[in-house]
Each structure stands twice: as C-alpha cells, then as structure tokens.
C-alpha cells in the first residue's frame, strides 16, 4: 500500500503485517511486499497494523499502532517508559520467551557464524529480572521547557534523555533517587554542563560520579554535600577524564564492594571501573564458570580479561596457581589488592594487551591447562588465533556478544581441533536485547 508519510492516516487503513522474527536489537521482523520491515513492539507470531517510519535502501521501520493478532507470549510491560526508553526493549515478552529467543540466536549465530553446534544446550542461567541492574550511566540534560533537569538513559534510537521518575531495571537504591537526583542538579549554578552521572552499588554503599564540564561553585558543592548526606550515598565528582574522579562526600568514602560465594570473597571497586551489571547473575555465573572449568588442585589456570579478580580468585580456592591477565593497568593494581584482601597467594596478575599479536608471548610463559576467556564485546579473535601455543586441555568463554563468541568459536574448533561441548544463556540482562552466554571447549 502506497502511503503519504506526511499526511495522517486512519489508523485502520495503516498497513499490517505478520511477524516472523526478532531483530537483534529487539524490534519484529516482517517482510512487507518483498521488502524487510522492522518494527518497534511487534514480537513473532503477531499480526500487527503498524505507522511506517523511516525507508532505507534494504529495510523500512515502522511502530505498532494495534495488534491485531497478539503472541501468546506478549505480556504487558511493567515500566511506563516502555517504548520510549532506550534501556528496555522485551518488557513486553514473557521472561521465559526471552531467553527462549536469545538460546536460538546463540545457537544460530554458533551455526552460521561459527560452523558449529554444541554438543550439549545447558538451560539458561536464571536470575531476578527486576531491579537487577547495579551499575549504569544515566544521561543528564537541562531542558527548562519541560521543567528543569532531565535524569535517565537515552530515548530509543534517539539522543534524548527519557525523564525517569523510577525505574524497574535499575537497583531500587538507584531507582529511588531519580527524582531527587533532577532537583539538585537543576539547582546547580550549570544545570546545562552536567552530561552524566554514572552510578554504581556496591554491597555496602551506592556512589554517584557526577561529569561536569564546567568548575562548581562552593554553594554547587555544599548542596551535592548535604544532598550525598541526606540520602546516605557517596558523592564523586569528575571534571575531566576518568583519572580526574574524586571522592566530595563523605571526603574519604569506604570502598565499595561485592561479595561471592558464600560471602568467600570481597571483591572492591571503584564506581567507574566494570563489574557485572547483575549481581544475583554474577553470583551464579562465577559458581558455573567454576565447575565448568572442572578444577582441581593440580590445575594451573589463566584468566584472560581478569577485571578486579572476579573469576580469578574463586579459581585460585581451587587451582594450584591462576594467572590474570588484562589490558587496563588500574584494575591490575586493584586485582592485586582483591587477592591481598581475600589471601588468595596463589593468584598472579599482569598487564597486557589481548588484542596485540605479542600478547600469546606473554601470556604463554606460564604453562597453563585451563584457561578462561571473558573479554569485552569486540571478542578474542588475537586470543584464539594463538591458542596454538598454550593448548590448554578445557576452555571456557564467557561472551557478552554471541556474533563474536561465534566467530572466534569458528577459530577455536575448526583451526585447532577443540570441541565445543557445551553452551548455555545467561540472564545477566533480562528486558533488553544484550545476550550473555558461557560455552565450553575440550582439546580434541
Ligand atoms: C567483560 S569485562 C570482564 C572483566 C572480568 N572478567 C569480570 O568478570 O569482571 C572485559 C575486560 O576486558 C578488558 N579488556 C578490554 N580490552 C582488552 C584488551 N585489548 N586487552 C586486555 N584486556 C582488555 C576490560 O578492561 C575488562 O576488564
């Protein structure tokens, strides 16, 4: 049906589509006259009557306006943002239909990217799916028009900043301080020059990095002060790049941290440097990536994308020695400190980077029988490539991307000869596209 996109149209003479899929960013995938539609809040299996928006060359998009025909799976979303906010897409999918639906892209992509399947489906990982989410930036814009300060993520697709009043991923101890967290910046003397707030929860505490582009005044600093204090959280403040963060109230926080196992471990961070965003999952996937690797006392392991230590030091209990490598010298210090504090002697760090063609030289001088791999969204394709010169007997690669988990998987079993045993979904980000899964290899 030819439309003029200008002109409002009856909502009953908008087009309709059957869904067939879901798109890797969330969106339902249809084919409209030969021609690919993606569609906001549209889910497989539905009939839907969508409003067109923008034509490309290869696909067009499109918003629902009804559905006609509904999934048996469609839910109602628990957040009023829903569909405007860009930190949510599959509220409206059942919990259980969403992981569903990530399994069958990590099989696909493991399938035709990587030309393998495993030989064992493990079931997701399961964990909370509310108020999960301890770490996230939320975005900051002063718009006196709609009122003042702006707190939240980006709109979908788009650069504005949605006004949340609360939110239901977040940590309700994050959660609970938006409103609040918009008056006193309004209150600023540069509402305008503060971009973002970073927030991070930590077993013990809740921190808050506010960016400024500009210098705060003595009065700016004095109400940060007393708001940090009426609401019992650290205040830090970040004029310029991340080395510039300091501590405004209370001046000399208590670290943050988490803790593992069965309270085994500490591990403390900084508000600014990666931990798992899920804690619950985290909790669970160190315990898995543990049995996985099927250690015992013998074992010499190394840990690529190390982080703080956060599998490291669970592997060093049950490992003769772990060696951590990874690419960002802070958090090499900080891993350091993390074993101190948790007396794992056992556990080595050093700084390298995993992306260079010398990085097997270094991390290869240790002789290693298992190995693990958790490296950022980019992949380890330089890791896998070398993987020749360590030949560890078991692998385990735990990926927040299953399109490079597959290519490097392509790698691992067709180039050297490992088997892809086993993989499985974890739930470390439920009501958002982001796929988070664990596989496992063994020297064929
Ligand atoms: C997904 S995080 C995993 C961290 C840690 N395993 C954890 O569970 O908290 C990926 C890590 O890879 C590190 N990284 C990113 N690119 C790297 C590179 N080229 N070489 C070494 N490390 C890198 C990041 O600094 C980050 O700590």
């Known amino acids: 049906m030819a439309l003029d996109r200008r002109a409002p149209v009856a909502p009953d003479r908008l087009p309709s589509a059957e869904v067939t899929s879901l798109s890797h960013d969330g969106r339902g995938v249809a084919r409209v006259e030969g021609k690919i539609v993606f569609i906001d809040n549209a889910l497989p299996g539905e009939q839907v009557r969508y409003r067109p928006g923008k034509r490309r060359r290869a696909y067009d998009t499109g918003a629902v306006v009804d559905v006609l025909r509904p999934s048996p799976q469609r839910v109602t979303a628990k957040c009023v943002y829903f569909g405007v906010c860009g930190g949510c897409s599959l509220q409206h999918l059942d919990p259980l239909a969403q992981l569903e639906i990530k399994q069958d892209q990590l099989i696909e992509n493991l399938e035709k990217i990587g030309k393998t399947t495993p030989e064992t489906v493990l079931p997701p990982l399961r964990g909370p799916t509310w108020g999960y989410r301890r770490k996230a930036r939320l975005g900051v814009r002063f718009v006196p028009k709609k009122g003042g300060v702006l707190v939240g993520f980006r709109e979908r697709r788009k650069s504005f900043v949605t006004p949340l009043q609360h ?9 609970i301080l938006l409103p609040s967290l918009s008056e006193v910046i309004t209150d600023l003397s540069c509402p305008a020059r503060i971009p973002q707030i970073e927030v991070a929860v930590g077993d013990n505490a809740v921190a808050l990095v506010f960016r400024h582009l500009d210098p705060l005044t003595e009065q700016d600093l004095n109400s940060l002060r007393l708001w940090a204090q009426a609401h019992r959280v650290q205040v830090y403040l970040q004029p310029g790049d991340l080395g ?22 500490d591990i403390e961070f900084s508000p600014t440097d990666f931990i798992q965003v899920n804690r619950e999952i985290n909790r669970t996937l160190v315990t898995e990536v543990v049995k996985l690797l099927d250690l015992n006392a013998t074992d010499r392991v190394i840990d690529l994308f190390c982080g703080l230590g956060n599998f490291t030091l669970p592997i060093a209990r049950r490992a003769a020695a772990v060696t951590g490598y990874e690419g960002n010298p802070v958090l090499i210090n900080k891993a350091n400190h993390n074993a101190e504090r948790n007396k794992c002697d056992n556990a080595r760090f050093a700084c390298v980077d995993l992306d260079s063609e010398q990085s097997a030289d270094v991390f290869t001088r240790q002789k290693c029988n298992k190995l693990l791999l958790d490296p950022p969204r980019t992949g380890a394709m330089q890791v896998a490539k070398t993987l020749s010169q360590c030949r560890p007997e078991r692998l385990v690669y735990v990926s927040c991307n299953p399109a490079t988990l597959a290519r490097d998987t392509e790698v691992i079993v067709n180039v050297h000869g490992y088997c892809l045993t086993a993989a499985r979904v974890v739930d470390m980000f439920p009501h958002t596209q982001h796929v988070e899964s664990v596989a496992v290899y063994e020297r064929g």
């Open 167 to 175: 939110c239901e991923v977040l940590d309700p101890r994050i959660s």
């Open 244 to 265: 510039s963060v300091h501590p405004l109230s209370p001046p000399n926080p208590e670290p943050l941290y988490y803790s593992l196992g069965e309270n085994e471990f």
